[in-house]
């Protein structure tokens, strides 16, 4: 089973900057993708931002040039740098992590995510 804690969430002012961390632990085989997803009131859990495990990265239109995603190989980490946010970037933010665990002398496929932070942006 692998778990993910999420950190870093919390109250900003328009135009500030907050970075998020998601650590996966585990028996964990290897990570491929990593993901940043957010969930505002009312509205749908929605993909922001994703890694690969080659680092190839791609953004929602709404956070291109502001957010940035990165990931630690070593510490089986994501993390979402966030600048210039704005009162429409409030919202609940979730990290998405898949991969392969081991399964006594197997590796099985996993999807997890993490608890979820709420950053609010708001003066």
């Known amino acids: 089973q692998v778990q993910l804690v999420e950190s870093g969430g919390g109250l900003v002012q328009p135009g500030g900057s907050l970075r998020l961390s998601c650590a996966a632990s585990g028996s964990i085989s290897s990570i491929s993708a990593m993901r940043w997803y957010r969930q505002a009131p009312g509205k749908q859990r929605a993909l922001i931002a994703a890694?690969?495990?080659?680092?190839?990265?791609n953004y929602a239109d709404s956070v291109k040039g502001r957010f940035t995603i990165s990931r630690d190989n070593a510490k089986n980490t994501v993390y979402l740098q966030m600048n210039s946010l704005k009162p429409e970037d409030t919202a609940v933010y979730y990290c998405?992590?898949?991969?392969?665990?081991?399964?006594?002398?197997?590796?099985?496929?996993?999807?997890?995510w993490g608890q979820g932070t709420q950053v609010t942006v708001s003066s």
């Open positions: 998405n992590v898949a991969g392969t665990t081991y399964r006594g002398s197997y590796v099985e496929a996993f999807g997890s």
């Open positions: 890694i690969t495990s080659g680092g190839n990265t």
